[in-house]
């Protein structure tokens, strides 16, 4: 049986084409949801108005809370979202280059 990987479903990893850092994470308990977006720096402001703006129809906007201590999680950032929320407000990841191979 393989190891569990470490980090409580928490993946950093960069995106094969753009080479962005990304954060990877199940996010939910229930109906849980696989959210790939990009990793801004931690001083980087990222207000929940702008994110709402950025996203489409088909796209969800996560709030990142940074802890002092423990792995960065994931919450879903739904319709009754504070607008004044303090924390990063993400999308999914959108790579900003095309691939330079077929396979």
Excluded: I, N
């Amino acid at each position: 049986m393989a190891a569990r990987p470490r980090g409580g479903g928490v993946d950093s990893r960069r995106c094969p084409a753009c080479r962005a850092p990304l954060l990877v994470q199940w996010v939910g308990t229930t109906a849980a949801l696989k959210a790939t977006v990009d990793l801004p720096p931690a001083d980087e402001a990222r207000p929940w108005p702008a994110a709402k703006a950025r996203s489409t129809d088909m796209d969800l906007v996560w709030c990142l809370p940074r802890q002092q201590y423990g792995p960065l999680r994931l919450r879903w950032a739904h319709t009754r979202h504070p607008p004044d929320c303090p924390h990063q407000h993400l999308t999914s990841h959108r790579c900003s280059t095309e691939p330079t191979t077929l396979f």
